[in-house]
């Protein structure tokens, strides 16, 4: 079973603070998925990452793929309250075709 | 730009009682799939069906039963209701599900709104 830490669970903090949250695994995964979700809603893709050592920049936000494939981390930079919400990665092993998610990080950005 | 519907939004059931979850996409996606998220659960798997005419087991699969009725459409039916499958159910689609030249899958999941299902 191919499974997907998200690290912390939860994070709660003000607007303007830089943040770093984690998802890490003990496999490879060919390529890698952030998706958001805001209450009430389904998750809406973010970013896809498919080379070891990728970065990715989307405005404030900042994606990377580790070397190895195994882990992944999203950087905000001055984080705003439309940045609430639940953060969840997805990583695809292309030996079975199968996309997996980690359990999700709960974002809250305070005014 | 409708994406992808679900239908009903919110459903309460008692114990036993049947129902089925209607999915409809129209982004013409071969791929259609089935989760259930709970809370510190993360998303589930429960079916999918990577195109017309297929259906296959996700992880969570004990309890329900799918039908991929055309391109179109895929839903989800619960024969016999119990508490435990009380959660927020979401339906997506996507374009097959592989990777092309040994690199990762860089396609998308669309999802819908969710339904709420209550199993009392």
């Known amino acids: 079973t191919q499974l997907l830490e998200q690290s912390p669970q939860f994070l709660s903090i003000q607007e303007g603070e830089n943040l770093t949250v984690y998802c890490n695994s003990s496999s490879v995964f060919s390529s890698l998925q952030w998706y958001r979700q805001e209450p009430g809603e389904g998750p809406v893709l973010l970013v896809t990452v498919v080379t070891g050592g990728e970065v990715k920049k989307l405005k404030r936000l900042t994606f990377q793929f580790g070397d190895a494939r195994k882990d992944s981390s999203l950087h905000i930079t001055a984080a705003q309250p439309g940045d609430t919400g639940l953060y969840l990665c997805a990583g695809f092993t292309g030996a079975n075709s199968k996309l997996t998610f980690g359990k999700g990080i709960t974002l809250s950005v305070r005014p | 730009n409708a994406g992808v519907t679900q239908t009903p939004k919110f459903q309460v059931l008692k114990t036993g009682q049947s129902m089925t979850l209607q999915c409809a996409q129209d982004?013409?996606?071969?791929?259609m799939y089935w989760y259930r998220q709970d809370p510190g659960m993360g998303l589930r798997l429960i079916y999918y069906?990577?195109?017309?005419?297929?259906?296959d087991k996700g992880e969570v699969p004990n309890g329900y039963n799918v039908s991929r009725l055309n391109k179109r459409e895929f839903s989800l039916r619960l024969e016999s209701a119990a508490p435990s499958q009380t959660s927020v159910y979401f339906c997506?689609?996507?374009?097959?599900?592989?990777?092309?030249?040994?690199?990762?899958?860089?396609?998308?999941?669309?999802f819908g709104e969710g339904s709420r299902l209550t199993v009392l």
């Open positions: 982004m013409n996606h071969n791929s």
């Open positions: 997506a689609s996507s374009e097959a599900l592989r990777g092309f030249g040994g690199q990762g899958w860089n396609g998308e999941l669309f």
């Open positions: 069906s990577a195109s017309e005419g297929t259906t």
